[in-house]
């Protein structure tokens, strides 16, 4: 079991600590200090709560129990000088903060890296004179995660985002992404009816009207517009921040989708 598996898991239902705690020693290694090793995959972003159920203590996501309205959420794009997250580096990222409909903070920096081919340059218009002095990727995502804290990390086509720092974080010796996650492409597909659904579409379709595109900054913005969009047409059985995750992945029942 990884720790993703474990966090999955506490998604069907809240575990008793000592069992919770069985688990993180058998993910983390025979001789782990368990409670270093829970605190960092708290500090990682991992949503995890303890309550009382009588007199034992059970482990839950805290994710179950915010409303989604009140949850802080993080829009995130990153631009990279290849596809794969093992063979290429991130060049741009860029973030916007949101807290009940207010953007409350924002980060961007370049990310130094050895090359960028020009294919990227043309895609992006980032060349390698931009990231020449730029600051290395260890003090670059260092920073982004402190920013990122324990918020939730929204991205159109998440995985990639998500996944490519995730990779760079742990061969940089951090311990990685434990946030909880929601993809703005997945939760547009269960509200808005559109022909496609790529972020530079969407876009244009909604009206949207960022200027730049294929740019971090631009494009966390382009897809925290979206996310506006769609939340529009979440069915009041969605209350909580696991439930709004959950029927971004089809866990729950979908309303009628908005035209445009």
């Known amino acids: 079991m990884t720790y993703a598996q474990l966090l999955e898991k506490l998604r069907e239902g809240a575990m008793p600590q000592k069992l919770f705690q069985t688990y993180i020693k058998n993910i983390g290694g025979l001789y782990v200090d368990i409670d270093t090793e829970i605190e960092m995959l708290k500090a990682a972003g991992a949503p995890l709560q303890e309550s009382y ?40 990222i860029g973030a916007i903060k949101m ?10 920096s370049y990310v130094y890296a050895k090359e960028i081919p020009e294919n990227i340059t043309q895609l992006t218009g980032i060349c390698y004179q931009d990231i020449a002095q730029a600051p290395s990727a260890k003090s670059v995502l260092g920073e982004f995660q ?18 490519f720092i995730h990779y760079h974080l742990q061969q940089l010796g951090l311990f990685g992404l434990f946030n909880p996650k929601l993809c703005t492409i997945e939760l547009a597909k269960k509200t808005i ?32 517009r979206i996310f ?23 866990r729950l029942k979908a309303p009628a989708k908005i035209s445009f």
């Open 99 to 108: 807290k009940k409909g207010k953007m409350i903070d924002r980060f961007e």
């Open 228 to 250: 506006e969009i769609a939340t529009m047409m979440i069915p009041p059985s969605v209350q909580s921040l696991q439930n709004l995750i959950d029927f971004s992945r089809g």
């Open 53 to 92: 159920v009588g007199n034992e203590v059970y482990v839950d996501l805290s994710t179950k129990h915010l409303d989604w309205r009140e949850a802080c959420f993080c829009f995130v794009d990153i631009e990279t000088n290849g596809a794969k997250p093992q063979s290429a580096q991130i060049i741009e």
């Open 146 to 163: 402190r920013f990122l804290g324990k918020d939730v990390f929204v991205a159109h086509n998440v995985n990639f985002d998500y996944g």
């Open 193 to 224: 009816l559109s022909p496609r659904y790529a972020l530079s579409f969407l876009n244009e379709f909604l009206g949207i009207g960022t200027p730049i595109a294929h740019r971090a900054y631009a494009d966390a913005l382009t897809s925290l």
